[in-house]
């Protein structure tokens, strides 16, 4: 049995995608600095590094307050000061998984980092990051009106848009503040192939904050 602190607000999944109003700006922002700290605790400020290996709107829990708490460690590896690598055979959630964990190689936190930048894109644009989109039509309506499936990964679509200076095509139209675009850059910084080019959870956290700009050098 697993017991867990009750947490009146649910899943950040529920939160984001359910019957409720659409959650403002100031939420939503509130909610990534939240994430990204815990994140950041996992990997630096702990006395240990702690990969979680399994971040997704569903693994975040709101309390009362709307303060997000990580949640569901059943993959979680615990990786000593000395080492910054493992190895895990343990399947993954589709969608949130970086190309080394699907390749098979040894995975650092950089996996929790592309995961991150996921949930980043999904809480900017109000869509799962699972949906496709037909580069021919813009949003997919055609294809999905004639039962095609839609060519373009939503995330890969979406920085693409980002580099293009096109930040209001990712963002849900509902949304409207300050740290947007800096956020949708965060995002595709996050969502690197090469996990070298991405930032590291301390970077992403002084980014989100403003304490540093972060500029696009390459994006997916």
């Known amino acids: 049995m697993l017991v867990y602190e009750y947490m009146p607000n649910g899943s950040l999944d529920s939160y984001l995608f359910g019957s409720s109003p659409c959650p403002r700006w100031h939420d939503r922002y509130a909610l990534m600095l939240g994430i990204a700290r815990g994140l950041s605790y996992l990997h630096e400020g702990y006395h240990e590094r702690i990969i979680h290996g399994d971040i997704k709107l569903e693994n975040i829990l709101l309390d009362k307050d709307l303060c997000p708490k990580i949640a569901h460690f059943g993959m979680a590896k ?17 969608g949130y998984l970086a190309p080394e964990w699907i390749s098979g190689l040894p ?6 980092v592309y995961s ?95 304490v540093v700009d972060v500029h696009y050098r390459k994006i997916v």
């Not at 615990?78 to 589709?94: H, K, N, Q």
């Not at 949930?119 to 699972?130: P, Q, T």
């Open 78 to 94: 615990l990786v000593g000061r000395d080492f910054s690598r493992v190895l895990t055979t343990m399947p993954g959630t589709i």
């Open 107 to 112: 995975i650092s936190g950089k996996a929790d």
């Open 116 to 210: 991150f930048g996921m949930v980043l894109f999904e809480l900017i644009s109000g869509r799962r990051n699972a949906e496709s989109y037909n580069d021919g039509d813009g949003d997919g309506t055609e294809a999905r009106a004639a039962g095609q499936r839609p060519s373009t990964f939503f995330p890969v679509r979406a920085a693409a848009r980002v580099v293009e200076g096109d930040t209001p095509a990712v963002v849900d139209p509902r949304l409207c503040g300050e740290l947007l675009e800096c956020a949708c850059r965060v995002a595709c910084w996050c969502i690197q192939d090469q996990e070298d080019h991405r930032l590291t959870m301390a970077q992403v956290v002084q980014a989100l904050e403003g």
